[in-house]
Nanobody, 126 residues
Framework: QVHLVESGGGLVQAGASLRLSCEASGDTFTYYTMAWFRQVPGKAREFVAT????????TYADSVRGRSTISKDTAKKMVYLQMNNLNSEDTAVYYC???????????????????WGQGTQVTVSS
C-alpha cells in the first residue's frame, strides 16, 4: 500500500522561502507522476506542480511558476517542493499526491490521483 507523508509546513512571513517534503513508500514508483496540490477552506483543491518519477519532467501552475521548484530524490523516495517569495495567497494546506498510471500528458485534476498524504499547513503572514 502506497503511503505518503508530508512535512515542512509552518508559519512564515511574506517573502520567505519554505521547502516541503513528501516521503513516499509502498511501491517502486517507476511509472508514477507525483504532485503537490493545495487547498484553502471552502475552495477546491488546486494543482501546484507535478513531476514524473522517471525522467523528472515537471509542470507548474501559473500561480507558482518561476518561484517554486518540484524535485525528487529517487533513492530516498522523496519529493520536494521549494517555494520562494511566498505571499499570503500561498496560505493553504499542501498535499502530496501520486498517480500510479503511466501518463503521456501531465494530469492536473486531483481526481486523477490515487494516493494522498495527510497534508501540511503553510501559513504566510503579511
Amino acid at each position: 500500500q502506497v503511503h505518503l507523508v508530508e512535512s515542512g509546513g509552518g508559519l512564515v512571513q511574506a517573502g520567505a522561502s519554505l521547502r516541503l517534503s513528501c516521503e513516499a513508500s509502498g511501491d517502486t514508483f517507476t511509472y508514477y507522476t507525483m504532485a503537490w496540490f493545495r487547498q484553502v477552506p471552502g475552495k477546491a483543491r488546486e494543482f501546484v506542480a507535478t513531476i514524473r518519477w522517471s525522467g523528472g519532467y515537471t509542470t507548474y501552475a501559473d500561480s507558482v511558476r518561476g518561484r517554486s521548484t518540484i524535485s525528487k530524490d529517487t533513492a530516498k523516495k522523496m519529493v520536494y517542493l521549494q517555494m520562494n517569495n511566498l505571499n499570503s495567497e500561498d496560505t493553504a494546506v499542501y498535499y502530496c499526491a501520486a498517480d500510479r498510471r503511466l501518463a503521456v500528458a501531465p494530469r492536473w485534476d486531483p481526481d486523477d490521483y490515487d494516493y494522498w498524504g495527510q497534508g501540511t499547513q503553510v501559513t504566510v503572514s503579511s
